[in-house]
């Protein structure tokens, strides 16, 4: 093997959540713009809707979100009243488009909204857009702040699908990243979100925390299994303290080394594989009978900001501060503080500050990285057909991939005629985002000139 695997897993790269990365947005694109590409979609572009709420009872250690601590109401209700206005200004631009296929209430904590606001919010969505009788409609949820009440007004809304922040049941690792939640909590959760019909339930963990360890993690993934969750993601904690400053409150010296962080990945991804759950792409994990597990199978399975996704909406729509939306032209990306956010929509106009307008090439590299990151291979050959692109144009993504093909963890296939395929092995799936880097023309440059700092490959 020309690099042992732990090289791989210390390399910084992208989640590839989006191509190109978010860091490479900027003010050209603007609330002109953003108007003129609503104004083009089409009846046949479906549409998925997601709001951001950054408010949190109080702030996680690990948080990597987009947040602030709250204990007030005030706050939340005049946020709801600004995000209402936000749904019907973009309604008013969407009314040549289809469906709305998937809604995914995101934050911080959105169940912190009052229940009328959760109401009101969800009756401005029925008015301003058409909701589709199959939507998926799911949200994010604290456990320790879901109760009986709370699981009612879910149901009342559409909810029909909650994801729960676990990370991980032992005492020590939550006193260590500031979220201390028994089982015993997610237990009632789950059992407050089920008697009011919501069956479909995702579980969040996270491995590379401080204080976790082989038996730690293990029993973490016991007790999760003991409340069969449709769904489980298992994410690496990323250490960013110079994004987050709040992540300095965490003890750097007790975080696993990079050999314990692989260790522990593997342990808690064979627990789940033994446990019959299906692998999906990167970090994520379901049951055979999930729509997930389904969508992988026949080829559908989606990837944007909140990760693999089912996401049947071609067209996707931010709501809220620092929100991120996609649609055909390019990227959007709303203000990311509250008060310039609430004053755009107040003069009736998009709060957007940047975006990136997609070239043909960034569609090409776009289709390859998500291909790769869902489904584990591309057919290069027929994506460059599709983009009126040539296999050429990806000569240096070959380059980049010679380590990894000489190591067994991807195979490379470069026929005549320009017939070409890649393929992340068995072996590769855990370094696929360093397949999918290879082919990122932007990265190179964000390295150099310290654009954007990533977090580690595994």
């Known amino acids: 093997m020309t690099n042992d695997p732990l090289s791989y897993a210390l390399r910084n790269v992208p989640r590839y959540t989006s191509y190109p990365t978010a860091p490479h947005f900027h003010g050209g694109v603007t609330a002109d713009t953003y108007a003129d590409w609503l104004g083009a979609l089409k009846p046949d572009d479906t549409l998925s809707l997601y709001l951001h709420v950054p408010y949190c009872r109080e702030l996680c250690h690990y948080c990597g979100c987009h947040t602030k601590a709250t204990r007030q109401e005030a706050p939340l209700v005049s946020y709801a009243a600004a995000l209402g206005q936000e749904i019907e200004l973009v309604g008013k631009h969407v009314q040549k488009a289809g469906p709305v296929r998937h809604i995914h209430w995101g934050g911080g904590t959105p169940s912190l909204l009052p229940r009328q606001s ?188 909140q990760g693999y996704t089912t996401d049947r909406g071609e067209q996707l729509i931010g709501l809220g501060v620092s929100s991120i939306g996609k649609l055909s032209n390019g990227y959007i990306q709303n203000m990311p503080d509250v008060g310039n956010w609430r004053r755009s929509i107040m003069s009736g106009e998009f709060p957007v500050c940047k975006g990136l307008a997609l070239s043909a090439d960034d569609r090409l590299r776009g289709q390859i990285i998500e291909d790769l990151m869902t489904n584990y291979t591309c057919d290069l050959a027929q994506v460059c057909k599709t983009h009126g692109l040539s296999i050429q144009d990806l000569s240096e993504a070959f380059t980049a991939l010679e380590d990894l093909a000489e190591d067994g963890l991807v195979d490379l296939e470069l026929g005549a005629n320009d017939n070409a395929r890649v393929k992340v092995t068995a072996a590769g799936r855990p370094y696929v985002r360093l397949a999918a880097a290879a082919f990122d023309a932007y990265l190179a440059d964000s390295m150099a000139t310290g654009k954007a700092r990533h977090s580690a490959a595994v």
């Open 118 to 305: 959760l109401i009101d919010l969800t009756v401005s969505m029925r008015v301003h857009f058409d909701l589709s009788p199959d939507l998926e409609h799911a949200i994010e949820l604290d456990p320790r702040l879901v109760s009986a009440q709370l699981a009612d007004t879910l149901a009342t809304i559409g909810i029909n699908r909650a994801s729960l922040g676990v990370q991980d049941f032992d005492l020590n690792v939550q006193k260590a990243i500031g979220r201390v939640q028994p089982y015993e909590v997610v237990e009632k959760a789950t059992t407050h979100l089920r008697s009011a019909g919501l069956d479909a339930l995702n579980f969040d963990l996270m491995y590379g925390l401080p204080g976790q360890s082989s038996a730690t993690i293990l029993d973490t993934v016991e007790k999760t299994l003991s409340l069969a969750p449709g769904r489980i993601a298992l994410f690496g904690y990323a250490h960013v303290p110079w994004m987050r400053k709040h992540q300095r409150l965490i003890d750097e010296k007790a975080l696993p080394s990079a050999a314990e962080r692989l260790e522990l990945a593997d342990l808690a991804r064979n627990a789940l594989l033994d446990a019959g759950y299906v692998a999906i792409g990167l970090d994520h994990f379901a049951r055979a009978d999930d729509s997930m597990a389904i969508a992988l199978s026949d080829g559908s399975l989606k990837r944007n900001f």
